[in-house]
């Protein structure tokens, strides 16, 4: 638990980060993602509560340090530093770093090897930030929105290149708010919402929850439909104007052929469900 004076930030989460599994953390802005990560690495003091890696207590300046990588939204590197400077300096501290010309390939950093990090785009300084992660050698990585400014086809390779370490043994945590990256990379998930977590297990599990794997959405309802949705049993929310419902494939159809006869103006759209559909309904649980 985290608190300021009377406001909670984060309250009661248990998270479990297993060797060899890429475990993510999604949620919005203010739902106590970064909160949790850097109070799990000791770079934040929790109001109660306590994290271990690998059994090792999590206190500031701790054992833990040795077997951790952490890459934060904000990196802090000096802007004149040149890659294989950053990547030099931190493989100085451990005994045994990583190779770091072969860690710069795997992530397309040799090309700008000789590069000071202010002349490096976005996504090119995250992977500059992901690699002086890695050189240690970590068996646990902590990744706070590791593919933020990255293109589609970097995030890509960013996670292929996670997934390598994944295999080798690495316990990876990471935050996002790509639900479709989420849902695509994770082999478990927890949402989080208003500090707390909200739903937790694989990808699929965490689909089922929902209560179907169809799902409707009506752009801009009708007062009429509305009513029609919240007397309907399935479960619902929103997302800006558009409603949301889950449920099985002949139920919602048959809501479907109901809100048009009562309005045959909004847009009815439906399809299988998506992470996002669960976030959407899940988080209007709490509203």
């Known amino acids: 638990m985290k608190t300021y004076g009377s406001a909670t930030v984060v309250n009661g989460v248990s998270l479990d980060v297993l060797d060899g599994r890429t475990t993510m953390l999604v949620g919005p802005n203010g739902s106590g993602k970064t909160t949790s990560m850097e109070i799990l690495v000791g770079l934040r003091r929790p109001t109660s509560g306590k994290a271990r890696i690998l059994g090792e207590e999590v206190v500031p300046s701790g054992k833990h340090r040795i077997v951790t990588g952490v890459q934060l939204q904000q990196s802090g590197l000096p802007g004149r530093i040149k890659v294989k400077e950053v990547l030099g300096s931190v493989a100085s501290l451990f005994e045994e770093p990583d190779d770091i010309w072969e860690l710069a390939g795997s992530l397309g950093l040799q090309a700008h090897w000789n590069k000071a990090v202010d002349k490096l785009s976005g996504g090119l300084k995250r992977r500059v930030d992901i690699a002086a992660a890695c050189v240690g050698r970590p068996r646990f990585l902590l990744l706070d929105e590791p593919t933020s400014g ?138």
């Not at 790509?178 to 599990?205: C, N, S």
């Not at 689909?207 to 799902?215: H, I, K, Q």
């Open 150 to 287: 990255v293109d589609p086809e970097g995030r890509a390779e960013l996670w292929e290149f996670l997934r390598t370490r994944a295999r080798a043994g690495c316990g990876i945590l990471a935050s996002t708010h790509d639900l479709e990256e989420a849902e695509a990379f994770a082999d478990q998930l927890y949402v989080m919402g208003k500090g707390r977590i909200l739903l937790h297990g694989t990808p699929h599990e965490v689909l089922s929850s929902a209560g179907g794997d169809w799902r409707l959405r009506i752009n801009d309802a009708s007062p009429a439909q509305i009513r029609v949705i919240e007397e309907s049993g399935f479960e619902h929310g929103r997302i800006g104007i558009t409603s949301l419902v889950i449920g099985t494939s002949d139920g919602l159809e048959r809501l479907r052929q109901e809100l048009v006869q009562v309005d045959s103006g909004p847009e009815i759209r439906s399809g299988r469900i998506r992470l996002e559909d669960v976030f959407a309904v899940t988080s209007w649980r709490e509203i």
